[in-house]
């Protein structure tokens, strides 16, 4: 007799009637005049949702990125400062448009880009800063807007994965000159594929908008005629039709994550580990709920992995520092970086929507088991 074993993904999306509606109007009648009206309405509801001026739907966060640092003026010879822990599509545009990823060391609690280094790396190249706030945690944005007020240096969200969590009152991804969303299918909310820039500042508006349509400007009456070489990072109409299903639950949706995380956090206790943090005025949207072993605690993560998966648990790994792959780049100062051992001592658990207690209860149990045993 074959044994079944239960599977419990790490991430897939939260699908309802209302998305499946959506989708099938978009599909039906969204054409011709209609062609962009779930577009319109997703990027109306976005903004307003984050408390923005501007929003553009873009086929990926990494084509957003892309299309605002190029405005921005980021080329040959220019370098952006991010942290070295990171997945590679914050640093690909960088790469794409000429410059140099410059990487900085993360802090121990959240993970996210340490302020200080970002200053102490500042040279007459930098052009820009950028906060990825990783796994739903926060950068210190603060500290962060600040450095580059005081430069002159222009400080980028990279908010892919930290919808709904929001930094003393403003939501991630609205601080900076420019934030940029991903709605992958991993995410808390998903196009699909897609993603969402966003600003306060009309004249970037003006132009990414002009880039993301192979450099046609807004009001232009020639038809074919572009007024720049621009980029082709629209999300079709289809797709912002989820998507405006999607940020009509986004609430809900947030909200189940951080169930979710809060029973982990509950099974977990008492374990030598660290988790997603959540700073005093500050509310963490627990994307990716994740713990880090404590210094001199045994993990043997691989190991680990394939335990749960012998359960039917997917888990994934912790981002691997972008210095050690083959993105290019530099380390801005020559000493060991946390980066460079935490992923060996992380695990991101499953995460969901419709992960229940008694799977998170199933998931812990492993953990615990695996962790003590080892210890």
């Known amino acids: 007799m074959t044994r079944h074993v239960r599977k419990i993904p790490y991430t897939k999306p939260s699908i309802t009637e209302l998305e499946v509606e959506y989708a099938t109007d978009a599909a039906r ?196 005629w572009p007024d720049m070489v621009g980029f082709k990072y629209k999300m079709s109409n289809i797709q912002a039709a989820i998507g405006c299903a999607q940020i009509e639950r986004i609430q809900l949706l947030t909200d189940l994550k951080r169930a979710i995380f809060l029973n982990y956090y509950k099974y977990l206790s008492g374990l030598p580990i660290r988790m997603n943090p959540e700073p005093k005025g500050c509310t963490n949207s627990y994307w990716m709920p994740t713990f880090v072993v404590n210094d001199g605690i045994s993990l043997k993560r691989d190991e680990l992995i394939e335990a749960l998966k012998s359960k039917g648990v997917d888990a994934r790994v912790f981002f691997w520092p972008l210095s050690s792959t083959s993105v290019g780049g530099r380390k801005a100062f020559e000493k060991n970086y946390l980066s460079e051992s935490i992923h060996l001592r992380a695990l991101n658990l499953p995460s969901h929507h419709e992960l229940c207690r008694k799977d998170s209860s199933f998931v812990s149990s492993i953990v615990r088991s695996w962790i003590e045993r080892h210890n």
């Open 29 to 224: 009648n969204g054409w011709g005049d209609h062609c962009y009206d779930y577009i319109y309405r997703f990027e109306n509801a976005f903004k307003q949702y984050l408390g923005v001026k501007y929003a553009i739907a873009t086929s990926s966060c990494t084509g957003a990125l892309h299309m605002g640092m190029h405005a921005l003026g980021i080329g040959p010879g220019d370098e952006v400062i991010m942290a070295d822990t990171n997945w590679i599509a914050t640093a690909s545009p960088i790469v794409h448009l000429g410059a140099t990823p410059v990487f900085v060391d993360i802090l121990p609690d959240s993970w996210c880009v340490d302020p200080e280094q970002v200053e102490a790396a500042i040279t007459s190249k930098t052009k820009a800063i950028v906060a990825v706030h990783l796994y739903g945690n926060l950068c210190e944005m603060d500290k962060l807007l600040a450095i580059g007020e005081h430069h002159g240096i222009p400080v980028i969200e990279d908010a892919a994965e930290a919808i709904g969590s929001i930094y003393y009152g403003k939501g991630a991804g609205s601080m900076g000159r420019f934030g940029a969303f991903s709605f992958h299918g991993t995410k808390t909310i998903t196009t699909g594929e897609g993603g969402m820039f966003v600003t306060n500042d009309p004249d970037l508006y003006e132009y990414v908008l002009t880039l993301s349509n192979h450099g046609r400007m807004r009001g232009q009456l020639k038809q074919f």
